[in-house]
């Protein structure tokens, strides 16, 4: 079946780099996507990655994709206080996005 | 902006009464997708419609019903509501229906619906 975990908090200081992992079971998943969420929001799309890349980088975000451990990540070059949202990771199931529970960032001054 | 809209943005209601959630896609969007989000639940697949047609159903209770018109607007009907009930549903779509590549979804902002 299809799922994906994330852990739930990460804490970092601004001009920091965040990692934000998240692992998940589909093999057959063609794409994987990044969400964030800020409160009382719903949820914007980030970036997504074809499961034939590694790495895709976009501004001051960079996805790594590990497919043979099925492993997904999401770096935030420079990270703001306007980047403390959840960031959910999504792969693409079978008719729909499956989520993971979501990865609470706090960004401090 | 995602270009998918929901209304209403906030609805509180009593437990045993029936609501309407509605959702309008992006222009030219064919599929419509429901989620519940709720605190212990997380992101919750309820339902998909493609182009009026029921196409995947998640994990939807036997008391929530939907349906995608011609104009490809959707509404998600929850009847005989409880206070587990309460939490933020939201609408999302793309233009296609299943595994196409690049096809991503559009979220909308919810609505949050709070049952007493």
């Known amino acids: 079946g299809e799922d994906v975990e994330q852990s739930l908090f990460l804490s970092v200081r601004e001009g920091d780099s965040s990692v934000i992992n998240c692992t998940y079971t589909?093999?057959?998943?063609?794409?994987l996507y990044w969400y964030k969420q800020e409160p009382g929001a719903g949820l914007q799309l980030l970036t997504y990655?074809?499961?034939?890349?590694d790495m895709k980088q976009d501004q001051r975000l960079t996805v790594l994709l590990n497919k043979k451990d099925k492993h997904l990540s999401l770096r935030i070059a420079d990270t703001q206080t306007g980047d403390s949202a959840i960031y959910f990771c999504?792969?693409?199931?079978?008719?729909?996005?499956?989520f993971g529970t979501g990865t609470r960032l706090l960004v401090s001054p | 902006d995602s270009g998918v809209t929901q209304t209403p943005k906030h609805l509180i209601t009593a437990t045993g009464q029936r609501v309407t959630l509605r959702c309008s896609p992006r222009?030219?969007?064919?599929?419509v997708y429901w989620y519940q989000q709720s605190l212990d639940q997380g992101l919750q697949f309820l339902i998909q419609?493609?182009?009026?047609?029921?196409?995947a159903k998640g994990n939807i209770l036997e008391r929530f019903s939907a349906q995608q018109f011609p104009d490809l607007h959707s509404e998600l009907n929850l009847s005989s509501l409880e206070l587990g009930d309460s939490a933020l549903y939201f609408c999302?779509?793309?233009?296609?229906?299943?595994?196409?590549?690049?096809?991503?979804?559009?979220f909308g902002n919810g609505t949050r619906l709070t049952v007493t």
């Open positions: 589909d093999s057959s998943s063609t794409y």
């Open positions: 222009s030219g969007d064919l599929s």
């Open positions: 419609y493609y182009n009026g047609e029921e196409r």
């Open positions: 990655i074809f499961s034939n890349m």
């Open positions: 999504a792969e693409r199931g079978f008719q729909k996005l499956v």
């Open positions: 999302a779509s793309s233009p296609a229906r299943g595994r196409q590549p690049g096809s991503p979804l559009h």
